[in-house]
């Protein structure tokens, strides 16, 4: 089961999360565990 939360506090989020996907224009850039992945890249992933 998956929950997609669509949430403004980024820090609220990566504490939530077990995984991650960043999307940008329908398309998956970035993807998985929220520990692999780290909190920097998630951070430039997602700031425009």
Same mark, same amino acid.
């Given at each position: 089961? &998956?929950?997609?939360?669509?949430?403004? #506090?980024? %820090?609220? &989020? #990566?504490?939530?999360?077990?995984?991650?996907?960043?999307? +940008?224009?329908? +398309?998956?850039?970035?993807?998985? &565990?929220? %520990? &692999?992945?780290? +909190? %920097?890249?998630?951070? +430039?992933?997602?700031?425009?």
């Amino acid at each position: 089961m &998956a929950i997609v939360p669509v949430e403004q #506090y980024f %820090d609220f &989020a #990566y504490e939530l999360a077990d995984s991650c996907v960043v999307m +940008r224009r329908g +398309r998956v850039t970035l993807t998985g &565990a929220r %520990d &692999a992945v780290g +909190r %920097d890249e998630l951070v +430039r992933g997602v700031s425009l």
